[in-house]
């Protein structure tokens, strides 16, 4: 639509066209918000997505389970003496992503490590005990972790994270 | 008439897109410089609505396919969460629901009025063809679109209508086993059903392209039926026919947003929020709306086959409309004749709807055969004796003659039809309700709701109250499964906190497993968990109930529904009267009478109740003055019980209410003032052109 007027004289005819463009971009744009927010997580995915409570006691020394949360797989292990050492001696300035182990477990729950078992480089799945450092290995491109979770060789970027969890009690953990 | 494109871009890049593939120069042509009569009214607007609804639906439609599951044990259940779950997901699925109805509603309108004007005249046979097409395909896509929620309605929809071609002689059989893909309507139907409800769609817009090409081959037809022959004549699409159509869609979508957000249930049937039961035939099938005339020529005819002949016929009769009425004169607004008959044509078209959602028996039967052979009759006879018999009044030179002469009548006339449109359609809508509950049974009598209207919110204390007594009385026998705990802390709700869910929750035992030791167990409930259902399956309820099964209470208020009346229903269009269900729930709950009248006998182990249709219900008095007690000094009685428990189904069963009128009211505001600003500006561009 065009107006006869020039820019320096607006006219009640150019308020009524610039207030009924204006209303018709709102219009738009306030129809597009629902269209768009329907691809968010739905009300009984998010409550599906509530803390799990986990019960350590079946878990060996040396052993670990796997469990999920909000659709991640979580690794649960119990640590030997062994692990525990090495994960805790290591030169922090050797590390591409420098964690102390201390920052990774719980105080005075040393032999458990929970962490994502979301490889930090494309999303796949490490495997647990295998590798050269005593942790996970991710047969996709070949990342090594080590027994903290920490990433020593490989492609992927940083640690495997560390999912929000507290202890119950010395033998059940709340995830989430 | 478009003929070749002088469109030039300025813009070096759109000039060197131009040379190779000339879109630039079509837009332009169709859309922009493309000459229109100047003299079209509003019913021309309907084309541009046809555009805009289609478009809604495909889009309306890709979005809820993301969250359906095209199962026969999921379908239900997956239309239910989208409603209650997904983010919008309610407004989404009202627009399409509704979206079918404005459609066809819409679609109605436009095919009169080329009736009237006679636009499948010389030289648009071909449009008027490609546009009886568009309409059978839009009624195969809504059909199967009908039976994807796969309530009861939709599951003997689908089964009576694909019986329909059981009809054919020979190959009867074998065809509808083809289209069902097994023994009966079930799950590979609903799969393909899904599948090709898809797909239509598309074939439909790819179809409206060849219909718009069509248009613009022939030029639009107008009003006084005369063709554009100079410069006068005409003017250009954009932005003199844009804005008026712009204005047509935005009022267009006042009456859709009545529709979406004060009435989403108002055309549909309440039979539809039952799940599918193939062991059960609603007691009487209606079809949507929009189908009814054909429904009740399918029924008027005593015979099988000559009755879906019949059927079809009456839609295949539309596509040889040019040649079957070839009188020279194309407006009717010079047929004096034409003009009467067509009016009493469209009374035919409105009664035989009536006619098909009212049972098939007595005088509705006679009618419905008249009514077949007066609609066939204005197509077979009518027409073509009119244009040997009638002498037309002169028709105006040009379009722009028409235009000098119009008259101040118009007004009157356009008011007068709207009028007697909007009584049709309330008459159409209506009637589907109509055919409920003619079983017998008093009409409840109507409640005030604390939730009723465009302003109505839930009354927190009365859900709370109902809670309690679902709890303590109902849930004995009913489950409520498509409520989770969590739902008692969302907004709109009884107003509990999430402390207060979980911990009712807890109350709960739910049946999880199997454990890493592979067996079942039972744990506390979670906020995220459903409430149960007192019975681990049918069959068990079945016999702990004396062989009926309880329903699940989540959806009952919309499931249950019961005849309004004419002309009670074309006021409640009106009044946006949605609570039937909640008033039929309330009732019956009240209905209970210890001994059935005198003269009255009901069956061995029934009870009597004045609401329930029949009046003999397998369900004992449920509910006793005293029986549970509230906190908040609440009378203790059955009166107060029903409708407090009646308050919280009718939350149960859309919990997404009060958004819903909160959100109506803006969208209702908005539209009307962007109307209002649409008509001006509307007023200032055609100021130009005259
Ligand atoms: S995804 Fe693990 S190394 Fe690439």
Redesign the interface.
């Known amino acids: 639509m065009t107006t006869a007027s020039s820019a320096d004289h607006p006219t009640r005819r150019d308020f009524l066209f610039v207030a009924t463009g204006a209303a018709a971009v709102v219009g738009a744009a306030a129809t597009v918000w629902p269209l768009v927010a329907q691809m968010n997580p739905d009300a009984a995915t998010i409550a599906a997505g509530a803390p799990i409570q986990v019960d350590l006691t079946p878990i060996a020394e040396g052993q670990d389970i796997k469990v999920f949360w909000r659709g991640k797989p979580i690794y649960i292990s119990h640590r030997t003496k062994k692990q525990i050492q090495e994960a805790q001696s290591v030169p922090l300035s050797s590390l591409p992503d420098p964690q102390p182990d201390s920052a990774r477990v719980k105080a005075g729950h040393d032999q458990w490590l929970v962490v994502i078992g979301i490889c930090t480089h494309l999303g796949c799945i490490p495997i647990a005990h295998e590798g050269n450092y005593d942790g996970f290995f991710c047969p996709c491109h070949g990342s090594q972790y080590d027994s903290s979770g920490r990433i020593r060789q490989g492609p992927a970027p940083a640690n495997l994270p560390v999912p929000p969890y507290a202890f119950l009690s010395d033998t059940k953990i709340q995830i989430g | 008439m478009s003929g070749p494109s002088d469109f030039q871009p300025s813009n070096p890049a759109l000039k060197w897109i131009e040379r190779r593939l000339p879109i630039f120069g079509l837009v332009h042509s169709s859309f922009v410089a493309y000459p229109t009569p100047r003299n079209l009214n509003y019913w021309w607007t309907f084309g541009a609505i046809l555009s805009m609804m289609l478009a809604l639906q495909i ?1 309306t439609g890709v ?1 809820l396919a ?2 359906y599951t095209p199962h026969a044990d999921l379908a239900f259940k997956s239309v239910e ?1 989208i409603v ?6 309610w ?2 699925r009202n627009m399409h629901a509704c979206g079918a109805s404005m459609f066809f509603f819409a679609v109605y309108i436009h095919m009169f009025r080329g009736l009237y004007y006679g636009s499948y005249k010389e030289p648009r046979e071909v449009l008027w063809i490609l546009g009886v097409i568009i309409y059978l395909l839009m009624m195969a896509t809504g059909f199967m679109g009908y039976v994807l929620p796969w309530g009861q309605m939709s599951f003997w929809g689908a089964t009576v209508i694909t019986n329909l071609f059981s009809a054919v002689p020979y190959f009867g059989e074998s065809i509808v086993t083809l289209l069902w893909g097994g023994y009966s309507v079930g799950n590979p139907t609903l799969n393909r059903f899904f599948s090709l409800h898809y797909l239509l769609p598309f074939v439909i817009a790819g179809v409206v392209v060849l219909h718009i090409w069509a248009l613009h081959v022939a030029g639009q037809n107008n009003p006084a039926g005369v063709e554009a022959k100079t410069e006068k004549d005409t003017v250009p699409f954009t ?1 003199y026919a844009t ?1 008026k159509d712009a204005f047509g869609v935005s009022c267009f979508l006042i009456f859709f947003a009545w529709f979406i957000f004060y009435m989403p249930n108002y055309l549909g049937d309440a039979d539809n929020y039952i799940p599918a039961n193939p062991g059960v035939t609603p007691a009487h099938i209606v079809p949507e709306w929009y189908y009814l005339p054909f429904y009740a020529i399918l029924r008027s005819i005593p015979n099988k086959l000559a009755g879906v002949a019949c059927m079809f016929g009456a839609i295949i009769v539309l596509a040889f409309l040019p040649w079957l009425d070839n009188a020279r004169t194309r407006s009717s607004k010079y047929r004096p004749l034409a003009k009467q008959f067509f009016w009493i044509f469209v009374v035919v078209c409105i009664l035989l709807g009536y006619l098909g959602s009212q049972p098939p028996e007595g005088i509705y039967v006679i009618a419905g055969r008249i009514l077949t052979v007066c609609y066939f009759a204005y197509f077979l006879i009518v027409l073509p004796l009119l244009a040997r018999i009638e002498t037309p009044r002169p028709v105006p030179n040009s379009i722009a003659d028409d235009v000098l002469a119009k008259s101040k009548g118009r007004a009157a006339t356009a008011a007068s039809v709207m009028f007697a449109l909007a009584v049709a359609g309330g008459l159409f809508a209506g009637s589907t309700q109509n055919a409920k509950a003619e079983e017998g049974g008093d009409a409840p009598p109507a409640q005030s709701w604390s939730f009723s209207g465009p302003f109505g919110k839930y009354d927190r204390g009365s859900l709370q109250r109902g809670l309690k007594v679902y709890k303590e009385v109902c849930s004995a026998c009913h489950g409520l499964n498509y409520i ?1 705990f ?1 739902n008692l802390a ?1 907004a709109g709700g009884p107003g509990y906190s999430e402390a207060q869910a979980a911990a009712l929750a807890a109350e709960y035992k739910i049946k999880d497993g199997p454990n890493d030791q592979g067996e079942m167990f039972e744990r506390p409930g ?3 968990d459903y409430f149960p259902a007192p019975f681990p399956n049918e069959q068990a309820a079945r016999v702990a109930n004396g062989g009926a099964a309880p329903p699940d209470l989540s959806l009952i208020t919309k499931a249950r529904s019961y005849k309004r009346g004419f002309p009670q229903f074309v006021f409640d269009f009106f009044t946006q009267y949605q609570e039937q269900g909640p008033d039929y729930v309330d009732a019956v709950l009240q209905g209970f009478e210890d001994k059935a009248p005198a003269g009255v006998t009901i069956p061995e182990g029934s009870y009597y109740n004045k609401y329930f249709p029949g009046h003999a219900i397998k369900m004992p008095k449920p509910l006793s003055d005293g029986q549970v007690t509230f906190d908040d000094g609440s009378p203790a009685t059955v009166k107060q019980y029903a409708h407090d428990v009646t308050t919280f189904l009718m939350w149960a069963a859309e919990p997404r209410m009060e958004e819903r009128k909160r959100i109506g009211m803006q969208v209702f505001f ?2 009307v ?2 109307a209002i ?2 008509y ?2 509307k007023r ?2 055609w100021a130009n052109a005259h």
């Open positions: 889009l979005i993301m969250h969460l209650r779950d997904v983010n919008y997901g407004l989404l932005p804005i989770a969590r969302d979670r906020p995220a908005f539209l003032i962007f600003l649409m001006f500006t200032k561009v």
